[in-house]
């Protein structure tokens, strides 16, 4: 990295084709521009060059995590004994069915491990060294909703992103939330 981009970060490559399915111009060649070296590049490209600011990546996880998060995997509808490949993999994307989750077993560290086991599957960035989840203690008139802190490093160049959030799960709706995603540092 020159000084041209120092504080930058490095863009993750599905943000990139992400960004182009947004904007319906994956073919368009309006957004190219000529580097020194005379190499044309799109706007896409320079960004995931270049770099882009610790907002910028958090709002990219933050979309990832919240659809990881709001998809059920296929292990809760069909059983995956020895296919550890299927298990392992993009078909089985997602976290367990929460439909069913009760307070009581929410607060065991078996579901705790099993929600850290599914984050570090599906997100690469987060590094597992530094993923920690704890439940926050439940209020008295919410049965049906928990939260828990979830601190975790977001791996990154040139150095890795630390960052918190809040996942709250409604067992009612079977639905899970995130917020307060924020760089701590």
């Excluded at 990295?1 to 490095?10: D, H, K, S, Y």
């Excluded at 000529?34 to 979309?63: C, F, K, M, W, Y």
């Amino acid at each position: 990295m020159n000084e041209r981009n120092a504080g930058l970060f490095q863009v993750s490559l599905m943000n990139v084709f992400r960004q182009a399915a947004r904007q319906r111009d994956a073919k368009a060649t309006s957004d190219t521009s000529a580097d020194a070296d005379g190499r044309v590049l799109s706007v896409r490209t320079i960004e995931r060059r270049d770099g882009a600011d610790q907002g910028t990546l958090r709002n990219h996880l933050a979309t990832d995590l919240s659809n990881l998060m709001a998809t059920i995997h296929l292990e809760a509808t069909i059983p995956l004994t020895g296919l550890d490949y299927v298990r392992d993999s993009v078909l089985n994307y997602g976290i367990q069915d929460l439909s069913r989750l009760t307070v009581d077993q929410a607060k065991t560290a078996r579901f705790v491990a099993s929600l850290r086991e599914q984050l570090l599957a599906h997100e690469p960035r987060l590094i597992a060294e530094t993923l920690v989840i704890k439940m926050r203690k439940p209020d008295a008139d919410s049965r049906q909703r928990m939260a828990f802190d979830i601190s975790a490093e977001m791996t990154a160049r040139p150095v890795d992103v630390p960052l918190e959030f809040v996942a709250e799960i409604d067992t009612g709706a079977g639905k899970i939330a995130m917020s307060n995603l924020v760089v701590r540092g």
